[in-house]
């Protein structure tokens, strides 16, 4: 772990370390958290650690809230899932760091956040883009218990050299069934972060799964 | 002095803390210049380039204190990105001593104090105009391009609204009608740099005017490629260990420039040569583009 | 031996030494103040804060300074200088009904409600070298008193109402209704995000408004001789002062925070009509900072000719064409693209050079093969 009063990671992006309710250096903090998300997104189902000293409401992972203060902002309206909406002092922290519209629809979100996933709408209830502009779609922000990818369902595609294993722990039922689904869909489709408290791993919508 | 950078006083001294040995960098400016608000779209529109690969994603591409076409592209993705503890490289034409090479790296030591290389396998960003390493990258790696015109089709189609369709309906038979037009009227293809490329068996892409020679690196780089079209406000992707095929007919394989000469410097035999003309009498030379390369193998020779 | 040619960071630093040397010129001559920019290269001024989208006279008068009186790189310096402003809300629309008037013009009608106000103008100038400034220079007393209008006066005659003549037009139904956007935060703005095709009107008048003047000059020109043509006439070419409005969020009323000086010009053309709409008059909408009338002239008639499509009509000519007047308009997009050709393509030109030879041997052998056969074999 990095200390709270040390350089942020660049090269490798394998640490992050902030205190305080918000990035206590928001430029060089959102800059490592990025360099995280960058490193998991490019290398889909490879865990990415990134411990945290972030002090954040109940309910809200480390790993969520960093990222929520990199990515959010007033361009970019937040869906947030019925057991993080009916939290005031979360959409008060998200609201208060990040200044984003937070949507009562989901199928109006750039971004969700997602912390009880077995009560999660399916993937393709978000916006998926268009064949002209698959970017206008969602990044998911699902928080997990516990992730490990020492085993679990095989993943293949771009970023993976040849095949890439991982578990989740708290996902629904179906859950990787709906991700080939997602897959299937290219280019249109959402890509998801899979937060668990000091860790975390992408899977963008390139991912194939092994089901 | 922007936004960001008088929000955040806390800043200037946890680089001093981080750096003692160097100077920050200037306090006019936020770090790597850019504020935080264009850096969170950027950082944004690069995530969803990697998820959709060779996909050109618009960008709310911002007016920089370079001229467009210069690497504004580049510099935007490459500021998004960069962090204190990167060791950054820029080439042009493959060298680091090219004055517009020379004219970034001091933009990045100025704006952002971050440390730089010359030696390919110690920068974890290299910023490039036109060429690839020859040096294979790392997967710790990020290749930062700038890219003039992204759009592949817009040479045979103009118009925006016209290339956008032929990508989301796939339809790309224009690109071969004129590759094969070429082999009609020359034997091959005459497209020697910007050659396309089909990524992950998707979408079509320019590879920015590399030469041809470099496009077989791009096939599963174990490092992330990332391009930046300022101008044209496109940002693009290739995820680590992704397919990218030179397009090509059975008939008409694709194949790289090759040289009868060697470098004459170091002696390479397997490198982009530049030709170097030596008097007004034809007499010429070749040379490696890749300085870094040319000269660490006249340095091992020693 | 083969020295390569190295840039280098010495280089660099030369250039930029001399560049400030050129700058300054003959140290004899004493230098050029911004205020003295900003008083007598007022029209310099205008322009640069309008194709720079920011109006501040003193830095425009500083950019031109520094940019040794070349517009472009000063519109640049502006530009690159604007991008690192944070951005505290947006006013409201200005209301150039409301216009303190310096000059305005119908060539619609002979009188108009509130007159026609000539104001400053070169337009009936004779275009003669007044050799009188040359040998002035220097002398305090340049210009006797007589020489100036008597602005108080002037300014007192003019009517408090001073209708925009297009409007006059909506009486009778006779003009297309435009309608403003519903509230400030829906406008476009393509510095904030790209633009996709099609685009809106607001986009497109932002478009114009920043564009290079003598691009849209040339454009306005050509839908004259018969490219994209709209039968215009000048409804109205106003200048003058507007007060700008900004409502903050904690006090919930408009307080006036400033005054900007802004041309319009407001065309009307002639429209046929089409299977939707009835015979009537369209417009096209012209507008700058400062005084730049060449230029909301211009752009008032590439904004109707861009009008084409949605009107229905032929669109085959380049003023008419979006995606063409809307890409290249921009003249900071447009000289660096240009002159990033003075950049190094060694690389490139490389690799068509042995393109160029390996296709010149082709051709040699093959037209060496079909005069003799065997000759190909002997010449490899």
Redesign the interface.
Known sequence: MIGTDSQTSGRGAEGIAVTNVGFDNPVLQSQAMYRVLLSAMSRPGHIVPCELLLEVPASLAQTTAAAALTLLDFDTPLWLDPAAAAQQALVDYLRFHCGCPIVEAHGHAAFAIITDPCKMPSLDAFPEGSDEYPDKSATLLIQVERLDDSRGVVLRGPGIENKQTIQGKGLPGGFWQQVQENHARFPKGVDIVLCAEDRIAALPRTTQVEV | MTQSAQKNPAQSEAVEHGHADKIGPDPNYNFAYLDEQTKRMIRRAILKAVAIPGYQVPFASREMPMPYGWGTGGVQVTASILGPDDVLKVIDQGADDTTNAVSIRQFFVRTAAVETTEHTEEASIIQTRHRIPEKPLSEDQILVYQVPIPEPLRFLEPRESETRKMHALGEYGLMHVKLYEDIATHGHIATTYAYPVKVNSHYIMDPSPTPKFDNPKMHRMPALQLFGAGREKRIYAIPPHTAVYSLDFEDHPFEIQQWEQSCELCGAENTFLDEVVTDDRGGRMFVCSDSDHCNRKREAAE | M?V?V????A??NEAHKLLAEERRGDLAVPELSTAQIEEQLSLSVDRVMTEGSLYDRKLAALAIKQARGDLIEAI?LI??Y???L?RFGYSAAVDTAKMGIRRRISATFKDIPGGQVLGPTFDYTHRLLDFKLAAEEGDEGETSGSDFAELPDGVAQLDDSMPRVVDLLKHEGLIEEERPGEKPESIGDL????????VDRDVRLQNLARGDEGFLLALGYSTQRGYGRSHPFAGEIRLGEVAVEFVPEDLGFPIEIGEVTLSECQMVNQFKGSTEAPPQFTRGYGLSFGHCERKVMAMALVDRALKGRELGEVVDSPAQDE??VM?HSDN??A??????LK??????F??????VRK?RR?RREADLGEKDPQAVEAAE
């Not at chain 3, 190295?6 to 960071?9: A, H, N, R, V, Y």
């Open positions: 083969y390569a190295k840039g280098g960071e280089a660099i640049f530009r690159a604007r991008t690192t944070p510095t904030r995000e790209p633009m996709n095709f099609p995606e063409f890409e900071i997009q000289s660096g693209f240009v002159e990033h950049l190094p393509h060694y690389v490139d490389q690799s068509e050079l042995e393109l296709m082709e």
